[in-house]
């Protein structure tokens, strides 16, 4: 049976959770170390990194899927410590670096999100905790949660008008009504 999946582990995961994800892959059943895949009888199983996420495909009967699947997810579970699943039922991604962004490349601001020039878009309800920092330089908001983090820089020709969009930004999160999320002073 041909099988085709992604797991919720973002290619941005640590050097030292990319081992612990490949001794898991490495002590699964039918694992070749030569081939650096899984092989067997009817079994031909190759993994690769995507943006979508860690991609397995290829040829495992069903009956051996479904037990072999469920204890990679286990095993990869208790190796990364965050539930590992398919994103498209709802598993979600651990981000490992922080988005970085600039102020001046906002694009739109609402109640659901914050969509930049560059077409990325963030949902405030990913996110948990605001903290603020008018006195780092450059002046910046980070946005975080246990799975993503967001920093916003202010990055304005002088001091003054960084002061002057940090507070306009400031303003406009407490006109969206964000109850979701706990500013961090």
């Not at 059943?29 to 899984?38: L, S, V």
């Not at 946005?143 to 406009?172: A, C, H, M, P, W």
């Amino acid at each position: 049976m041909q099988h085709d999946i992604n797991l919720n582990i973002h290619y941005t995961i640590p050097d030292a959770l990319w081992l612990k994800v490949y001794n898991v892959f490495s002590n699964m059943p039918y694992w070749n170390d030569k081939e650096n895949y899984w092989t067997g009888e009817d079994i031909e199983l190759w993994y690769s990194v995507e943006p979508s996420g860690i991609q397995i495909a290829g040829t495992m009967p069903e009956d051996i899927w479904n037990k072999w699947f469920d204890t990679l997810k286990k095993e990869l579970t208790k190796a990364l410590g965050y539930e590992i699943g398919e994103p498209e039922d709802g598993f979600r991604f651990k981000f490992w670096k922080p988005d970085e962004k600039k102020y001046s490349a906002i694009k739109s601001i609402d109640n659901e999100c914050i969509i930049f020039n560059d077409h990325s878009m963030f949902q405030w309800e990913d996110f948990d905790t605001i903290e603020r920092n008018i006195s780092a330089e450059p002046p910046c908001y980070i946005f975080k949660s246990e799975y993503i983090e967001l920093r916003i820089y202010f990055d304005g020709v002088s001091k003054r008008s960084n002061r002057q969009n940090f507070n306009n930004f400031n303003e406009k999160i407490k006109s969206l009504g964000l109850k979701n999320l706990y500013i961090k002073e």
